[in-house]
């Protein structure tokens, strides 16, 4: 077993003090994510405004904190929400098997084959766009790659002696899956949130930057970076700031994510 | 080999029928209309409309319709851009598309490639573990903040590119950086860990024994082994540059088919969204077949 490395050190550090910061905003932001001054509109980074002020004269520092809750509320609710159903159903079809793992199969492999991005955009204009719009239309996407990836393993894990052993013993099916094949599963687990929050992270902030995300009053990260993109020319700031959040906390979770692996799932990667 | 290509394209028409008809419930669910205006029209007018692009039919007949027209190869003409069909639509917007796809899998796979071989020839190295942290950059940034990143320094500060559009190939040097690098970060990281576990077999070592020089150990028998795993990632990968190029399209107003999703999107332009849709699927699906046939192609061991 291998020690944690350097940079999943960091990363596990930085991305507690951004969960931190996230959940005690009101407390950590020096400023509300709303006040406006127009005096101090467009301001370059100071020692009063860390990151600046954008064109309303709001402090970009408090709203990158405030949107961290928003971008990463949605990156582990849509991934922990998408995770337990591709877990049941993987582990469903691949304990089952046969027929019925033919079929769910091929359903998981149409899923597979939409154009994810399109369907998301799709499925946030449907249903408003708001937070519960893209948690419902990333979780659509994204719960197949989990089923794949838990019933390759369960299909594995079953025929393990100690698993047939339970079963002579006349152990009923639930007690087999739950007692004995999903404890297996947990190393798994762990390494696949932690590489699929990023993914979910990026999808919503990227959304949000083209304009079909989350939409104001309430900022995530990808919705400030859009709206620095309209000024990138002359007021770079505005959109470096959260631009960096969001690269930071996605690598953060990547390096995270190989140290885990490295701990729990020698056989992987 | 034609048999298995065809029986593939039978397989995918179920998954093309799927996209179909989800996207085309989706879209109906979606409150409001086409045409929808600030002004009220008159009542006769919106029947009128409605009448001739059989709006005022069932849902289901109005499937039924429009999937009789596809199916003639007609993709019904556009909502919004009157007078223009989606297939002319298509016809102007896919080629920039695909040109940008295509640059920006020269990208990934000429970035990728030969910086996961260097990582794995000298493992360890100082050279392997900057490779490897540029790679781990590569995955982790947006392509969104790549391309405003690349917009701000190389087009605002050095105007050393056009920041928009696409007149010349110039144009398309910062949309396909923007779009591939990311996804070279993956393919670096896959070659490097395929090349050394090549590196380190026993035919490797036959090949140094007999006194062959490293280039011709590493590029004609260590490359060669590797190459599969990656050939099977080129078609996700595909699917991935394609709808990634929504965003680039978006960043760089580049004229593609992206941005006219995003238009068509707002706007309740029914048959441009199904054609887009359907035109991004069938592109996923190809892609597919076509790596795995690829891969059968390269490896003799694999049977269709």
Known sequence: MSRWSWQSRLSGSFLILVALAAVFAPWVAPYSFETQNTFNALALPDPHHWMGTDRLGRDLFSRVIYGARVSLSVGVFTTLFAMWIGTVYGAVSGYVGGRVDNVMMRIVDVVFALPDLLMIILITVLLGRGAWGIFLALTLVSWVTVARLVRGEVLRIKEYTYVEAARALGASHRRILLREIAPNLLGLLIVTLSFRIPVAILAESTLSFIGLGISPPFSSWGTLANDGWKAIKFYPHLIFFPSLAIFLTILSFNFLGEGLRDRLDPKGG | ?304
Do not use: C
């Open chain 2, 1 to 304: 080999m034609l048999q298995y290509f065809f029986r593939r394209i039978l397989h995918g028409i179920p998954v093309l029928l799927t996209v179909a008809t989800l996207t085309f419930i989706i879209m109906h669910l979606v409150p409001g209309g086409p045409f929808d205006t600030e002004k009220k029209l008159p009542p006769e007018i919106v029947a009128n409309i409605e009448a001739k692009y059989h709006l005022d039919r069932p849902l289901f007949v109005q499937y039924l319709l429009y999937m009789k027209q596809v199916v003639q190869g007609d993709l019904g003409p556009s909502y919004k851009y009157l007078g223009r069909d989606v297939s002319d639509i298509l016809k102007e917007t896919f080629p920039v598309s695909l040109v940008l796809g295509l640059f920006a899998l020269l990208v990934v796979l000429g970035v990728g490639i030969p910086s996961g071989v260097f990582s794995a020839y000298w493992q360890n190295s100082a050279l392997d573990r900057s490779l490897v942290f540029l790679a781990t950059l590569g995955i982790s940034i947006p392509s969104f903040v790549l391309g405003t990143l690349l917009i701000w320094s190389l087009s605002h500060q050095l105007h050393l590119f056009p920041p928009a559009l696409w007149e010349s190939p110039r144009h398309a040097i910062l949309p396909a950086l923007a779009l591939g690098l990311p996804f070279a970060g993956y393919i670096a990281r896959l070659t490097r860990a395929t090349v050394l576990d090549v590196l380190s077999s026993d035919y490797i070592r036959t090949a140094r024994a007999k006194g062959l020089g490293e280039g011709a150990v590493l590029f004609k028998h260590a490359l060669k082994n590797s190459i599969y795993p990656i050939v099977s990632v080129v078609g996700p990968l595909t699917a991935g540059l394609v709808t990634g190029s929504f965003v680039i399209e978006f960043i760089f107003s580049t004229p593609g088919m992206g941005r006219f999703f995003i238009t068509a999107v707002t706007n309740r332009d029914y048959p441009l969204i199904m054609g887009v849709t359907l035109v991004y699927a069938l592109l996923i699906v190809l892609a597919n077949i076509v790596v795995d046939m690829m891969y059968a192609w390269l490896d003799p061991r694999v049977k269709l």
